[in-house]
C-alpha cells in the first residue's frame, strides 16, 4: 500500500471550489485512491459527497493511499496537488 501524508495548501480547506479540483484530479489519474485525516476513516478519494464529509480545513495533514498498479505516481502528483493548493494536477 504506498501512503503520502501531505498538509492542505488551499487556505479553505478541501471545500467547495478546491474539493471540485481535487476530486477531478484523482479520477484524471485513473488510479483508485483513498483520503483520510490521520487515525480516521479513510473515504473514497474520488467522491465528493465522501470529501467534504471529511471537513479538512486548511493546514491540516490528510493521509492519501493507494495499492493499485501507478499508485506512486500518481499519488505523488495529487500530493503536490494538495500541498501546493493548484488548480489543476500537475504533470507526470
Known amino acids: 500500500m504506498a501512503e503520502r501524508r501531505v498538509t492542505i495548501g488551499w ?9 471540485s479540483i481535487f476530486v477531478r484530479a484523482v479520477t484524471a489519474t485513473g488510479v ?6 490521520p487515525d480516521g476513516k479513510p473515504v473514497n478519494a474520488a467522491s465528493m459527497l465522501g470529501l467534504l ?10 493521509v492519501l493511499t493507494s495499492d493499485a ?3 506512486d505516481s ?13 488548480d489543476e494536477l500537475p504533470a507526470a
Open 11 to 19: 487556505a479553505e480547506g478541501l471545500h467547495a471550489r478546491p474539493a
Open 32 to 37: 483508485p485512491m483513498t483520503i483520510a485525516k
Open 53 to 62: 464529509g471529511l471537513g479538512a480545513e486548511g493546514g491540516e495533514e490528510v
Open 69 to 71: 498498479e501507478g499508485a
Open 74 to 86: 500518481a499519488l505523488d502528483r495529487v500530493a503536490k496537488l494538495v500541498h501546493e493548493g493548484l
